[in-house]
């Protein structure tokens, strides 16, 4: 597969169960990011990770939790979520994290909880 | 803190028409980055264009134009001969120059729903 990959692409989770999203660049990027797209609001940024390090965490509640094993793969660990939290969740690459460089998105996942 | 406002919420256009995309922004930088991005029904969302602040220039990609009005902060997409493909949500993003973590991230409006109709 080429670009950005997210699995799975639909879940639905109860509240206290334990869930994790999965998001795969074949870009060869150096940065990748996490949003939450909800209706009627804008991109929120989650998280940035630039050559697997965070670099950048907007507030985000505890009960998301990111992973970056190596500058392929970018994990989104879920526990105990509110149903607020429903949303599409995208991922995102780019070449590195700052400068005028696009980002490619993930298809994303759509997260439902119960 | 930037803010990036997208005011028309929905649009529609017909078919070989042309229109254009609002979007209005807020910062104290001189230089910066501004995006368009396409993200059409169930698919993923992708680079429409893209300009710098300190380019003059407006900038072109096929039928895709901007209008940079950087006094005025606005940046708003022309779409000539819009064709069915074009139907989609359609966010505007800022991105600061700056070094550091607040460079890292895009700063999207709450995007324009544009249908192009046959």
């Known amino acids: 597969e080429t670009g950005v990959t997210q699995t799975p692409r639909h879940l639905v989770m109860g509240m206290t169960n334990k869930k994790s999203l999965k998001c795969e660049q074949h870009?060869?990027?150096?940065?990748m990011y996490w949003y939450k797209q909800s209706a009627k609001k804008p991109l929120e940024l989650m998280f940035v990770?630039?050559?697997?390090?965070?670099?950048e965490n907007n507030s985000v509640p505890s009960r998301f939790s990111p992973e970056c094993p190596n500058s392929s793969h970018l994990f989104l660990h879920l526990h105990t979520l509110q149903p607020e939290d429903s949303a599409l969740y995208l991922c995102?690459?780019?070449?590195?994290?700052?400068?005028?460089?696009?980002?490619?998105f993930g298809p994303g996942t759509r997260l439902t909880v119960t | 803190a930037q803010t990036v406002t997208q005011s028309q919420p929905e649009m529609s256009v017909q078919e070989a028409e042309t229109v254009t995309l609002s979007c209005t922004y807020d910062?104290?930088?001189?230089?910066?980055?501004l995006f368009w991005y396409k993200q059409p029904p169930s698919r993923q969302m992708i680079l429409v264009i893209r300009?710098?602040?300190?380019?003059?220039q407006n900038a072109t990609e096929n039928r895709f134009s901007v209008n940079f009005q950087k006094a005025a902060k606005s940046f708003s997409l022309k779409i000539s001969d819009s064709q069915l493909g074009d139907t989609a949500m359609y966010f505007c993003?800022?991105?600061?120059?700056?070094?550091?973590?607040?460079?890292?991230?895009?700063?999207f409006g709450k995007g324009t729903k544009l249908s192009v109709i046959p």
């Open positions: 300009q710098e602040a300190y380019k003059q």
């Open positions: 910062t104290s930088e001189n230089n910066y980055y």
């Open positions: 993003a800022f991105k600061s120059r700056l070094s550091g973590a607040g460079s890292y991230q895009l700063t």
């Open positions: 870009l060869g990027h150096n940065a």
């Open positions: 995102a690459s780019s070449q590195v994290a700052g400068g005028p460089y696009e980002q490619y």
């Open positions: 990770y630039s050559l697997e390090e965070r670099v």
